[in-house]
């Protein structure tokens, strides 16, 4: 293979590899921005993946076999809304420790859609999944065409909800909120705003948007559902957000950059290159590791009272 | 969130109660204020002021008792309740969201500016220039609040709560982190307001009380102790009050000058947390027995020197001789063995460990020590006998060594950090802020320690932002402005004025 068709193959496989990435760390933002942890992410991600695979694998027939796949979708986020209700409830109303909440969450996820599955399901079977669609015009473009504009629409969808995400973080009176009680919850208390209401708002659309990043493993990417399909993306989002320093475009950059380095990785096995595969796939984990030690610290501008719950009455 | 539809004639607080864990923060409060008054709320730290504007700005909720205006009972759930009737709080730690723009602090409290998708921010720019103009209060609607100073902080905060239409303005210690320049100039402005507001005014600096306040309200631990006319009763009468005895603060009167230099540090360059240079070429000098006294408006670069002298912080260059030798960026248990004290700006996370018992506070820097260890066990006998000892000599009031020390007041906190450093017979000692936010006995205390260990020939560097304080105890004043020393005065001759003036950054010769 020639260096020109392998940069294209990378950057062809890594766009629509980064998207659960990308929704999943878009929507662990707002929680972050709301100064909530939410370590969970990775079991919202799990419930995602077999809720949005559930009806494709149960629905061959009939009126609603066209929509399985939407339907998939909509399951996945109601059920990431509602555990990110749960969430909130634990973490927001009665003020359990961020950090353990999140890990009791990523294994209730994790745990009860691999139960679900095998009950259901049984083994491994796959679902046909969401079709690719060529933007017309635009996917005629030489090389360009090939990487941004001939994947799946779910691929498209998730790229909008950058500028969607930043004008709602930066230019909405919803963001504003969300940004002041994750910074100083008691100056926003003052100005009387109800910061447990948007905590749980927050988490509740960072839930709903893990559940979509769920779903689009198991209906977009692999199309099929294994309990162990997230492999870690839950955690790598939680990572990311930190990486993009809780800036929608920031974490556009790190999902991309980790899933190029994936998809070298994969490259290079694939390709035949003479190098320890090992080493290979440990590549963009280290890379993440690098950028986040090396890169500086913006203080000033993330949610400063993150993982801290918020009392009104506690004195200060 | 807009203006009340009628002004506020007379605000009324009747019995308000509020108890919190363990204390009666406010007993039976009650107070009132008319239109165009101002009334100035007194009282030591912990009397129950705070607390009592939190009920009344709907932060907290009483008890019992009840808050009427204009004669009708009102009852504030929220601060939007609040609001919504004219009263607005500018707290002591100011409320606003450092990584937003004023505007956008503006703009969160505003309601009306809330649209679907969509955040009228001009509309809080327009609102922020009208008000800012009327009652010339300058502030840039852009700049990011952790971009301001102290003192563009309260204009903001003061602008921010005029905008959302109050009418009733309660100030928490707003002169606390100003210096003298601006706390008249705040004063002057407030006595215009007036015109048009009704001002509650804490405070526990009785000459402000008496520049501004109508009439004063004293608080002693949760209750109302006094009620009355402020031009009818000097500052020393209200101290009385306030405290429940006389207080005659010890004075430095003997200005006697040592010669023998114990701590030099010379042309010092430190950063600070946000990576600006917060020590710029500072050089200071203390000698034995005597107390320096470093006057400046926080901020200006007194943490970063306090950290550095307690080997917390990396010098960049410059130097720091102890006792003659160089002890520039050695670690923080060097400093200590070479007989350094130091009393830290925030008693609870450098002074203590909160959760530890006083004995084990008590021995922080010596539990190594020979007298508190036996190889690699602690003699727990000889640490609570230590700690008997110093609660005795330094007036720790707890119920017992053995509680946990974060549960003392900070007052108390405090003698157990200065009990600590003195028990060490240390050659200097640095205290930064030593009195800030304890009370008028715990005050009169630290400063005859101060005053007894200058006499026994400790070198002590004193970092306070009160004036006063440092001109009672000082032998010589050091002003420090951005990062260097500005000028060392003879305390004997040095004016509040001219102080305030050289805090500002204004030399003039």
């Known amino acids: ?316 | 969130m807009q203006a009340a539809s009628e002004p506020i004639q007379e605000l009324k607080l009747v019995g308000i109660c509020k108890r919190f864990p363990g204390i009666l923060a406010c007993d039976n409060v009650s107070l009132e204020v008319k239109r165009g008054e101002v009334l100035a709320l007194v009282g030591e730290n912990g009397a129950g002021k705070s607390t009592l504007m939190n009920i009344l700005a709907g932060l907290y909720q009483p008890d019992s008792g009840t808050i009427s205006l204009n004669g009708e009972a009102v009852h504030f759930k929220t601060p939007n309740a609040a609001f919504a009737h004219g009263i607005g709080m500018v707290h002591q730690n100011f409320m606003l969201v450092p990584n937003l723009t004023v505007v956008e602090n503006v703009a969160l409290g505003s309601k009306n500016l809330h649209r679907f998708m969509n955040l009228d921010l001009n509309g809080a720019r327009r609102r922020i220039k009208e008000i800012s103009e009327h009652h010339e209060l300058p502030v840039n609607p852009d700049a990011y609040i952790w971009q301001l100073s102290v003192g563009e902080q309260q204009r903001v905060e003061l602008v921010k709560t005029l905008c959302f239409g109050a009418q009733l303005l309660i100030l928490d210690e707003p002169t606390s982190a100003l210096t003298p320049q601006e706390t008249d100039d705040l004063l002057a402005r407030l006595k215009r307001m007036t015109a048009e507001l009704s001002i509650i005014f804490i405070s526990h600096k009785l000459n402000e009380v008496k520049a501004l306040s109508d009439r004063v309200t004293i608080l002693r631990h949760g209750a109302v102790v006094f009620n009355g006319t402020t031009a009818d009763h000097t500052p020393a009468e209200l101290a009385a009050l306030m405290t429940g005895h006389e207080v005659t603060l010890p004075r430095n009167e003997s200005h006697d000058q040592s010669t023998e230099v114990i701590l030099s540090v010379k042309a010092l360059r430190a950063r600070g947390d946000r990576g600006n240079l917060a020590l710029d070429g500072l050089d200071l000098e203390l000698r034995a027995g005597e107390v320096l006294g470093l006057a400046g408006v926080s901020g200006n670069g007194q943490r970063e020197l306090a950290d550095v002298l307690a080997g917390l912080r990396p010098v960049e260059s410059g130097t720091i001789h102890f006792q003659g030798k160089n002890l520039t960026n050695h670690s923080p248990r060097r400093m200590i063995e070479a007989g350094l004290g130091y009393i830290p700006e925030d008693r609870h996370h450098e002074g203590i460990v909160p959760s530890f018992s006083v004995q084990d506070n008590l021995v922080l820097k010596d539990y190594a020590s020979p007298k508190f260890s036996f190889s690699c066990f602690l003699k727990l006998g000889e640490i609570e006998r230590n700690a008997e000892s110093l609660r005795e000599c330094f007036d720790i009031r707890c119920s017992s060594t053995s509680v946990a020390t974060g549960s003392l007041s900070g007052g108390n906190i405090q003698k157990v950090i200065l009990a600590r450093e003195i028990a060490r017979c240390p050659k200097a000692l640095v205290a930064v802020y030593p009195t800030r936010g304890v009370d008028m006995g715990a005050q009169e205390f630290i400063h005859t320690q101060l005053l007894a260990r200058r006499k026994e020939g400790v070198g002590v560097l004193l970092i306070s932002e009160e004036l006063e304080e440092i001109m009672n105890l000082s032998d010589r004043i050091a002003v420090i402005y951005k990062g260097r020393i500005l000028k060392v005065l003879p305390a004997a001759i040095a004016t509040r004025e001219q102080l305030g003036l050289l805090m500002a950054g204004v030399v003039n010769e």
């Open chain 1, 1 to 316: 293979m020639n260096s020109g068709g392998m940069i294209y193959n990378i950057l062809s496989l890594g766009v629509p590899f980064s998207v659960a990435l990308l929704v999943a760390a878009l929507g662990e933002n707002f929680n972050q921005r709301a100064g909530i942890f939410n370590l969970g992410c990775e079991g919202i991600m799990s419930m995602g993946a077999f809720l949005g695979f559930l009806p494709a694998f149960f629905i061959k027939t009939g009126p609603l076999a066209a929509h399985v796949n939407l339907l998939g979708f909509v399951f996945a986020m109601a059920a990431g809304a509602l555990l990110g209700l749960l969430f909130a409830l634990v973490t927001v109303t009665f003020r359990a420790s961020q950090g353990i909440a999140g890990i009791g969450l990523q294994m209730f996820g994790w745990g009860i859609a691999g139960t679900l599955s095998r009950h259901f399901v049984g083994g491994v079977t796959g679902v046909e999944g969401v079709p690719a669609w060529a933007i017309p015009g635009l996917a005629k473009i030489p090389f360009l065409g090939g990487v941004l504009f001939n994947h799946n629409p779910v691929v498209y969808i998730a790229f909008l909800m950058v500028p969607t995400s930043w004008y709602l973080l930066f230019r909405t009176p919803w963001g504003l909120k969300v940004r002041a009680v994750g910074t100083y919850p008691r100056a926003a208390d003052t100005m009387g705003i109800n910061v447990n209401r948007v905590r749980y708002q927050a988490l509740m659309l960072g839930g709903a948007m893990a559940g979509f990043a769920g779903a689009y493993l198991s209906l977009c990417q692999a199309k099929m559902f294994a309990d162990d399909i997230v492999a870690g993306r839950g955690f790598i989002a939680v990572a990311l957000v930190y990486f993009g320093r809780w800036n929608p475009v920031g974490i556009l950059g790190g999902a991309l950059l980790f899933s190029l380095a994936q998809t070298l990785q994969l490259s290079i096995q694939v390709g035949g290159i003479k190098f320890p595969y090992e080493f290979a796939v440990m590549l963009p984990y280290v890379l993440v590791i690098v950028v986040l030690a090396f890169t500086r610290k913006a203080r000033m501008r993330g949610p400063t009272e993150l993982g801290k719950p918020y009392n009104r009455e506690m004195r200060v």
